[in-house]
């Protein structure tokens, strides 16, 4: 069971928009940066969005994200076929077991 | 640009160890950190603990300590992660990732490294 909770799936239309929620405590999210990435089937994970909302050079900025108290989301704006992936977010985690944890992850569907 | 090239894959034996490399380029070696992080099949990701490269501090994750030994070679600029005593729920990818610092966001991953822990 992870630390940061998300959505198993959610699922959207070609050119439609979807997010996806993150959800944690104060000891994490409520405390410091969350970051999310994206990992394409056979692939490494990417990083889309760190520091709750910015976006690495190259990201498109279909992707955002946003942050609001335990509480992070990532918005994908006209979706593609391309962006059909698994969807983390992580962030750190300064509990007395303190270190980096990721949610388990959601995968997205364009249908 | 930023390369994290791993090791190949890995067969282990119940009980045995494995060393993961992880050879950077691209960037100041010492100026980042490396995270590693495992996926076995079909599941999440899970961050395994973190070295500084600059001068060796680490932060394994508490499920791991004991098992795990993370450590650089500034001399070729290659990070290892040696995880001893295999299990089969260790049978997973192993990732590299840097990370400037343990608290900030993980921006560059290794293409990945299966180890199969079977008997």
């Known amino acids: 069971q992870s630390v940061l909770t998300q959505p198993p799936s959610v699922s959207a239309a070609p050119g439609q928009k979807v997010t996806i929620s993150c959800s944690g405590s104060?000891?994490?999210?409520?405390?410091?940066?969350v970051s999310w990435y994206q990992q394409l089937p056979g692939t490494a994970p990417k990083l889309l969005i760190y520091?709750?909302?910015k976006r690495p050079s190259g990201i498109p900025d279909r992707f955002s994200g946003s942050k609001s108290g335990t509480s992070a989301t990532l918005g994908i704006t006209g979706l593609q076929t391309g962006d059909e992936a698994d969807y983390y977010c992580?962030?750190?985690?300064?509990?007395?077991?303190?270190?980096?944890?990721f949610g388990g992850g959601t995968k997205l569907t364009v249908l | 640009q930023v390369q994290l090239v791993q090791s190949g894959a890995e067969v282990k034996k119940p009980g045995a160890s494995v060393k993961v490399s992880c050879k950077a380029s691209?960037?100041?070696?010492?100026?980042?950190?490396i995270s590693w992080v495992r996926q076995a099949p079909g599941q999440g990701l899970e961050w395994m603990g973190w070295?500084?490269?600059?001068?060796?501090?680490?932060n394994y994750a508490q499920k791991l300590q004991g098992r795990v030994t993370m450590t650089t070679d500034t001399s070729t600029s290659t990070a290892y992660m040696e995880l001893r005593s295999l299990r089969s729920d260790d049978t997973a990818v192993y990732y590299c990732?840097?990370?400037?610092?343990?608290?900030?966001?993980?921006?560059?991953w290794g293409q990945g490294t299966l180890v199969t822990v079977s008997s």
């Open positions: 990732a840097r990370q400037k610092l343990r608290f900030l966001e993980i921006d560059y």
């Open positions: 691209g960037y100041t070696f010492t100026s980042y950190g």
């Open positions: 070295i500084s490269a600059y001068n060796g501090n680490t």
């Open positions: 104060s000891s994490n999210i409520g405390n410091n940066y």
């Open positions: 520091e709750n909302n």
């Open positions: 992580g962030t750190w985690d300064s509990s007395l077991s303190a270190g980096w944890v």
